[in-house]
């Protein structure tokens, strides 16, 4: 469980600063996250087109959830994408699914590595979660590399499990679990 932050959240990873999504984001997320090859890559809750409408819903359940779970990636002042995670519930209620993605112009940089390093350093300090796991596309190579900078382990692979845009993937399962001792 998250416990409330009682301070307003920002961290500063060095490329990026993580923070809540707020108001005046729309008109950025949409400029970065309206491109197809962000979006092949991500779940289908997530759409394409990425229009004002989807943006202003975002940022309006982002920003009301408390304690926050999703973060804009600020880089310039500018919001260029988002990381988040998805807690589990009854016997995973100890472990959370993260996601991220960042606008194609940006790519190549390690900001996400950096950003996600930090998320979990964070999540580990402000909640009582045991393990943090994500399941990019096993072909996606560029996310499979920032989860093992950012201390995740490649745990297996799920054969077959995801369809995107009529294509089946397999998944790789990759996690970083709470450091152990005082």
């Not at 359940?61 to 988002?82: K, L, M, N, T």
């Amino acid at each position: 469980m998250l416990r409330p932050v009682t301070t307003p959240f920002r961290i500063d990873c060095g490329p990026c600063v993580l923070r809540p999504w707020r108001r005046g984001d729309e008109a950025s997320l949409v400029h970065h996250a309206n491109d197809r090859e962000v979006w092949k890559n991500l779940r289908d809750r997530f759409p394409h087109p990425y229009t004002a409408q989807d943006a202003a819903g975002w940022v309006g359940y982002a920003g009301a959830v408390s304690p926050p779970r999703d973060f804009a990636i600020e880089v310039a002042g500018e919001a260029v994408g988002s990381m988040g995670m998805i807690p589990g519930t009854d016997i995973e209620r100890h472990s959370a699914e993260v996601g991220y993605w960042l606008g194609r112009s940006l790519w190549g940089r390690g900001i996400v590595s950096a950003g996600l390093d930090a998320f979990c350093a964070w999540t580990f300090a402000n909640t009582d979660l045991l393990r943090l796991f994500a399941l990019p596309f096993a072909d996606n190579a560029a996310s499979c590399r920032v989860l093992e900078k950012a201390g995740f382990q490649r745990e297996g692979v799920l054969r077959r499990s995801a369809v995107k845009d009529g294509v089946v993937h397999d998944q790789a399962l990759y996690a970083r679990l709470r450091p152990s001792g005082p």
